[in-house]
């Protein structure tokens, strides 16, 4: 019985992931796989000039076609990111320097819809 404070950090782990919980939280890298699509999607429009592109037709063009369908989704998205943010209760704590989540229950997911 005498398991080292690395064997049980270790057991830890292994349960946190088992469970799902703290880093392993599937909801919460849900969410961040989201923000990154979202970061890159906008990187993407920023680059897009719709001037250079506007006298191709979209069949002859289809990264203007591409990128007329995510401007088209942008708002969908962001506002998805948004309330999954709020749903989970994702916060910056500036003093921890990352991000917060706080408890979710059946009974506050009924209050953000």
Same mark, same amino acid.
């Given at each position: 019985? $005498?398991?080292? /404070?690395?064997?049980?950090?270790?057991? &830890?782990?292994?349960?946190? =992931?088992?469970?799902?919980?703290?880093?392993?939280?599937? $909801?919460?890298?849900?969410?961040?796989?989201? @923000?990154?699509?979202?970061?890159?999607?906008?990187?993407? &429009?920023?680059?897009?000039? +719709?001037?250079?592109? +506007?006298? !191709? $037709? #979209?069949?002859?063009?289809?990264?203007?076609?591409?990128?007329?369908?995510? /401007?088209?989704?942008?708002?969908?998205? #962001?506002? !998805? #990111?948004?309330? &999954? =943010?709020?749903? &989970?209760? +994702?916060?910056?704590?500036?003093?921890?320097?990352?991000?917060?989540?706080?408890?979710?229950?059946?009974?506050?997911?009924?209050? #953000? @819809?």
């Amino acid at each position: 019985m $005498a398991e080292t /404070i690395e064997e049980l950090k270790k057991e &830890l782990a292994h349960y946190k =992931k088992m469970m799902g919980v703290g880093e392993y939280d599937p $909801a919460t890298n849900g969410y961040m796989v989201l @923000v990154e699509q979202l970061r890159q999607r906008n990187e993407f &429009l920023k680059e897009f000039k +719709i001037k250079d592109k +506007i006298g !191709s $037709a #979209v069949k002859d063009d289809p990264v203007y076609g591409r990128a007329m369908d995510l /401007i088209d989704g942008l708002p969908k998205m #962001v506002s !998805s #990111v948004n309330n &999954l =943010k709020l749903e &989970l209760k +994702i916060e910056f704590n500036p003093e921890e320097g990352k991000v917060r989540t706080g408890a979710t229950t059946p009974q506050s997911l009924s209050k #953000v @819809v």
